[in-house]
């Protein structure tokens, strides 16, 4: 990683000083993968300069490499000629992710411009609903039929080899004349097995397919969980249209988890996708950031004037005893904070497996008494501490209430998400916002109704 | 996926009705990847009675496949014989994971129940600090010289794949005769190439390898970066001694990010590792619960008494105007949520490389720039909201609090994480309760100072 670093400050210390040949030099002198990560930090100006310098096949290379995003810079700022000959080294799949990203004018060009097979293929990935397998699958998968020898089937992967560069061939699909899957064999076996055997001796026939409607994530959690390299999708008719590989897996696993964590953090943007999404938080302009960053600070605003509200409804508790006051923060965040853990518990543990849905109940029984059990603790912490500070009474007040809320919070912090996935929303997308309402309301109401109860 | 729902109901109605006749013959059908993942999510004693139904080649299959929290239980609960039948049937790589999990008397017994090899191969791979490349890596590669032709090529790895059943074999390394790599060669080449044509002639010479003691989510990334299916890892004299494969990589990021989203949370556990803390937070005693998750609920507890006892400093405000404590709530949660989003883009543009970490200052004005802009959109709301609800005086009182406090927000959601990434530490562990205690006093304290300046 280090010496990524020291080359990015050298391509920066050559544009300031103009250093055109030395640039040139050191751009083309590192590998495309490096070059593609240092073009993916820099300003969207400079990309353009340092990605001029790059000879023709390096920037070829270079640019199948670079994220979605800086695709789009390059593409905007090249003439017609160069774009071109850009969009048409991506694969198929590759292209069409880029596309989802570009205004609907610039992807009508640029489809105009491909040749017939590869406008057909574009074309019919882009007919596919956007996350699911069909959008992600390349269509240039090769397929051998049972009755092949070894030999013969070596003959057409090497056949279909020459025509690909970049997407790895690992698994070869088994299909009868219709392409329905009938099973799976391996490059290892074509150089493994005698070359007059049967590839029907040798396929592994129990292989499991998806459909083009399938969820990508679901389709990324079977690759990770069955360690394979590829998985066939098949159509309605249940016939082999394409594979999806394990390094396209990966990253929708990673862009999933992205998209957990941002909306875990209120930062929720039905509109757009994810990969735009994260680009422009980071330096999109103002008005794309509030687009996404807004939405729940108004919830929140709402929810504190809510409670506000609440307090407003124990005025002469307050006027009183102005101590009351002194505890409001210590119930919302205890409260805040351990509906934050419970919530991220479960949904972690539903995306990893680790919960059985069908004994949800049992689950979240033992959650409550979890958190009836801290709030036990820490209200007893309470108690004492704020006890010593402004007397038994409210001490007393402070624990209970504590306790209370802390497993009201646990219980809403299981319930709130398993309510939502029940009713088919994404358990992660919204749960915090409502999770946050909640218990600062709960909290605060059972506060105050333990103090003007019990201490006036 | 459907159908692993119901197959694990019906397994749970076989056991309940002790029908063992059909849940042996059910277990033995079903594949070995949806059976481990059945295993996984049932209850321990449970999960013995169902390993036990498995025939041996199943049983082993399945074993191989399970979370290393289900492999432990089983391993407890069997005779000798049995359980280092099972030790053995995992690849070392998956041997290491395993033992790092359990107890160190048990450690001990099982080495010594491996054959030579084996056990070598297992006290090399422990060697190496936890969660670098050296623990990750299997020491079962292929390794070519670049003077053989690729039939010889071919030779060797024929013969090396008859030992190899369950690690996929894709990349095979070129090294000299001190294990020196000098490029690689993919199985693709192979079957490509002219079976006469040397291995220096077609081979890659242009690869990145990692060394023994890299982090293994470094590894992770750099496989997820280079679409590669595996990364050969060195000693520190640069010689070849393992490689880590892509299905490896997925796990560890999906581990990180994991540890990442807990530490968020506040479900900070320093003494474990990734997979044991998981698996406890969803089944672990109540102890063990407690060891993770009370740390950050007292810190949170802490925090709030100061907060309130600053609120105690302003005690003859709030005795004259009771009205100052119902806006307490919206100003803690509106800093509380701002700052949450900052230090989240933060830590994921860090993650995924957006932001060139020599420009952080450039990053953080923009980010403050946008905490002020939004502050003073939030703040006007709230102070019309408030104004008409508790008098324009009180009103603009908040508005100018709340943008005060979500500019610092957005500035310590950002300065935090980064300083704790420049000090060395991992940024997402604890920068959370950080900020959400900093923001929160800073918040009062200006909404406390405000208010007791301008209203009394």
New interface residues.
Partial sequence: ?KNI?EA??LI?EYLDTRNMEKLKELVNDL?S?DMA?II???DPEKQVIVFRMLNKNKALEVFH?LEVNAQQQLLKAFTDDRTTELFQSLEPDDRVQLMEELPAVVVKKLVSLLDEEDRKITMDLMGYPSESAGRIMTPKYVRVSKNMTILQA?EK??EA??ERERE???DIYVTDDTRKIEGAI???D???EEPKRLVKEVMNA?I?WVSTDTDQE?VARM?????Q?SIPVTDKEERLVGIIT??D???I??EE??E???N????IDIASTETDR??R???GS?VD??KV??P???V??I???I???L??GF?EA??AI??I??????????G???G??SS??FS??LV?????M?DFFK?WLREV??GL??GI??GV??AF??GL?QGWDLGLVVGTALAATMTIATALGFLIPYILYKSGFDQAAGSDPFI?TIK?ISG?LIYFFLASTFLL
């Avoid at 690759?223 to 360690?227: M, P, V």
């Fill in positions: 990683m670093l990015l400050k920066r590998d993968f990560d993916d930090v820099m490499n070596t992967v090497r080899g020459k790895a061939i690992t391996t490059l290892k074509l150089i493994m129990d499991r679901d690759l990770q969980d069955r360690d390299f394990i390094d897996a990966m990253d696993l990673e988890t992205t957990d964590i941002y875990k953090a209120g930062l994260s680009q938080l980071v330096s103002m950031v509030f960053r807004l729940f600070l108004i929140t605003l929810g504190g004037l409670a506000g509200a307090i407003e005025e307050l006027e102005v101590a006051a002194f505890f409001v923060p210590v119930v919302m965040d205890m805040g904070n351990v934050t853990q991220t518990i972690r543990a990893l497996g680790q919960i059985d069908s689950h008494k979890i059990s801290m603790i820490m912490v309470a501490l704020g500070w946050t600062d605060l």
